[in-house]
């Protein structure tokens, strides 16, 4: 965490804390828990890269590795577009795909409950294998155990996903700069509301479908338009907020974006509404962030809206200098505000 | 979105703000208190203040349910979830409000406390419908917006005969809170109120005439959205500017000067006023609150449980008390945004959205630089 956030957080209370929903809600808690344990005492220079996923060394002199790992305990298992055998398939494929890398192998961890009916599991396994299938990526090993009925709920499934960026290719948050451009593949929190509303059984009159979607079709394209990419990233937990937040510590930039131009579904801002949600922490599981030098950005904007993906991809703001790192927005009544991080917890178990 | 994007129109703003600019004098200023967390929220996530004029100031008032909760109700809660070993619902806000000895409901939570979050009072019910083995038990908090739910779920329990069900009735009511402010021996300038909106669909207009007829203060009744906000401001500068102190309804589309009477009816059969009750920041106020009624008992957890009240003081450094009654600024405290964050909130004023300690970290810090 830069010198200028520290001030704002108390330190972790290893001595009587305790694990909370909040350090797995992808907000400042969590990004507290990362850096004062797991970074901390697993410290090396991959790590510290700070990524969603790791930029390693080449091991053929063909492009350097990514590898990239995400665990899914999405509740309920199966959701309007998805269910948490493609998206434990999308996760992966998506983190290594905004390092800047081709996607090339998979593997898969379950903790399987006790109790869990076989056909539930056949249609998680049957989804992931559709899902790697239709993204080119093979799964190629995997573990399995069972803990007793009650010590899980259902399944939970960790993948790690492993690819190779050609030479000049690798992407990293740290690379945003004063007078890029921030632009976005579609309309937020498509998943987090598809989630909630099966979670609450709310039936609203169009029906939201989460956009749980592999990208690296989508980058690809973004790459062929010859487009300079600075960073790209997918806002998941914690929803387009924090995603800023994370690229503008690590770039030690700010951000000011127009909320006008930020897309959202009416029945996602409806349900957003009437549930006390603000979209723009709303997670996605089929979303692109992209920050280029603005020169680029009509060129890239033109080949994200010709991919299917990327229909309604977006100019929605611009990165600035700023050593407080702020994100900020432009309201639609015209005001400035701040868009930090998210605080406590949205939304548990979204993927 | 019908209904609601037209309230959030950049365009009508631009214009509200240029009117409120041309109609402003320059040689005074306009001090007015917004009693609602919902409307500083909507300042500051909308950024309001940049469209007012330098010599328009908003005082954030104590409307923000969990801010005025003191840390001896929650106590209460955490004593319920933790040694009575019931299952401890309440509304999300209330979860991160700090407690006694550095807990929280969440922290309670954490350490083996059944404690969930539910979106209605009839969730609450439900609930103890589903686990007959299980005592439930609702931690009613919030002002008289939320309490005719409450008072539902007391009748349906009584309906349902249910014998595992209980309610930690905590609403409180705005006049009184208004009243103490205005009455409070350190002043402040406040030139008018803006009016609550929930809060005043269902007690109506009338109870604020006594702020205009008896203390001067104009009070006009605002919506949530930011326009009705503008508007409602607009509309107190007309007041003062006129030498007026009447209380005005800009939110015309939900409220009345009577407001939501069968609401009233039932929330007066099933709960009655408190003698006292301690609020956060405004002290023990007379007649501010609510209790079970006697024919109700059996539902009243503190009737049911042995949790008596026990008043704690608040943390020394923590300015929420002087915040609260409008007298200093969130950034004002020294513990704002260094040891009290959203994420480890010292003060209740930096839990809810609807706080003005929190609204201020997450949307309008930048200024502060």
């Not at chain 1, 394209?221 to 998941?236: E, F, I, K």
């Not at chain 2, 539902?299 to 049911?304: G, L, S, T, V, Y």
Request: aromatic share 6%; proline share 5%.
């Amino acid at each position: 965490m830069s010198d200028h956030r520290q001030g704002y957080i108390r330190p972790l209370d290893l001595k009587n804390g305790r694990v909370e929903m909040a350090h797995g809600a992808g907000g400042r808690a969590m990004a507290q828990l990362i850096e004062a344990l797991f970074i901390k005492h697993l410290a090396n220079d991959y790590l510290a890269q700070g990524d969603d996923g790791a930029l390693l060394e080449s091991l053929t002199g063909q492009g350097r590795l990514v590898m990239a790992t995400d665990c899914h305990v999405v509740s309920p298992l199966f959701f309007p577009g998805g269910d948490i055998g493609s998206l434990s398939v999308h996760g992966t494929i998506n983190d290594v795909a905004v390092m800047g890398a081709k996607p090339l192998y998979l593997a898969a961890g379950f903790i399987l409950e006790e109790g869990f009916p076989l056909g539930d599991l056949a249609r998680i396994v049957e989804s992931m294998a559709q899902a790697a299938k239709n993204a080119g990526v093979p799964m190629v090993t995997g573990d399995t155990k069972v803990v007793e009925r009650g010590k899980g709920d259902g399944v939970f499934i960790t993948t790690t996903g492993v690819g190779i960026v050609a030479p000049g290719d690798e992407l990293s948050g740290r690379n945003a700069q004063a007078g890029d451009a921030i632009l976005l593949s579609g309309t937020l929190g498509d998943h987090g509301m598809a989630i909630m509303a099966e979670r609450e059984s709310l039936g609203f009159e169009s029906p939201i479908i989460s956009d749980s979607a592999a990208l690296h079709g989508l980058i690809a394209v973004m790459r062929d338009s010859g487009a300079r990419l600075h960073v790209l990233r997918d806002p998941t937990r914690g929803g387009l907020a924090t995603t800023l937040n994370e690229i503008a510590r690590q770039s030690g930039v700010g951000m000011l974006l127009q909320e006008s131009a930020i897309p959202v579904k009416p029945a996602v801002a409806a349900a957003c509404e009437f549930l006390g949600f603000d979209p723009l922490y709303v997670a996605n599981e089929g979303k692109l962030l992209a920050i280029c030098p603005a020169a680029d950005a009509p060129l890239l904007l033109a080949a994200m809206r010709a991919h299917p993906l990327g229909t309604d991809a977006a100019i929605i703001g611009e990165v600035q200098a700023d050593p407080h790192a702020f994100v900020q927005m432009r309201t639609c009544l015209g005001g400035r505000r701040m868009v930090d991080w998210l605080s406590g917890e949205q939304l548990p178990r979204i993927c | 979105m019908k209904y609601i994007s037209e309230f959030r129109d950049g365009d009508v703003a631009q214009r509200l703000s240029e009117a409120i600019h041309r109609e402003t004098r320059p040689e005074r200023a306009y001090h007015f208190m917004e009693f609602c967390g919902g409307h500083t929220h909507a300042i500051s996530r909308y950024g309001l203040t940049d469209l007012l004029p330098s010599n328009v100031k908003m005082i954030h008032g104590p409307g923000c349910p969990v801010c005025v909760l003191p840390i001896g109700r929650v106590d209460q809660a955490i004593r319920l979830a933790l040694e009575e070993e019931v299952i401890l619902c309440t509304y999300g806000d209330c979860l991160r409000v700090p407690a006694s000895n550095g807990l929280s409901l969440m922290k309670a939570k954490a350490q083996g406390g059944d404690i969930r979050m539910v979106y209605s009072s009839t969730d609450a019910v439900t609930l103890a419908q589903k686990n007959p083995d299980k005592h439930v038990v609702f931690f009613a908090i919030g002002f008289e917006t939320t309490t005719p739910p409450t008072a539902v779920a007391l009748k349906q329990a009584a309906m349902l005969g249910l014998k595992n069900f209980s309610v930690l009735c905590c609403h409180v009511l705005t006049p009184p809170a208004m009243t103490a402010i205005l009455d409070a021996p350190e002043k402040i300038a406040i030139d008018g109120f803006v009016g609550p909106a929930h809060v005043s669909t269902i007690i109506g207009s009338r109870p604020y005439e006594i702020f205009a007829d008896q203390y001067g203060k104009p009070v006009v009744i605002a919506g949530f959205e930011p326009l009705d906000v503008m508007q409602a401001i607009r509309m107190l500068i007309h007041q003062v500017n006129e030498g007026r102190s009447e209380v005005e309804n800009e939110f015309t589309r939900a409220v009345d000067r009577d407001g939501n009477r069968k609401a009233q009816g039932i929330v007066a059969e099933v709960l009655e006023l408190r003698d006292e009750f301690e609020w956060r920041g405004l002290g023990t106020l007379a007649h501010s609150a609510l209790k079970i009624r006697d024919e109700f008992a059996e539902f009243d957890a503190e009737k049911r449980f042995d949790i008596a009240y026990v008043a704690v003081a608040d943390h020394k450094a923590c300015e929420c008390g002087t915040i609260l009654r409008g007298l200093k600024q969130p950034q004002e405290c020294k513990l704002f945004g260094t040891v009290c964050t959203p994420e480890n909130p010292i003060g209740s004023c930096m839990v809810s959205s609807e706080g003005a300690c929190a609204a201020h970290f997450t949307y309008g810090r930048l200024k502060d630089v």
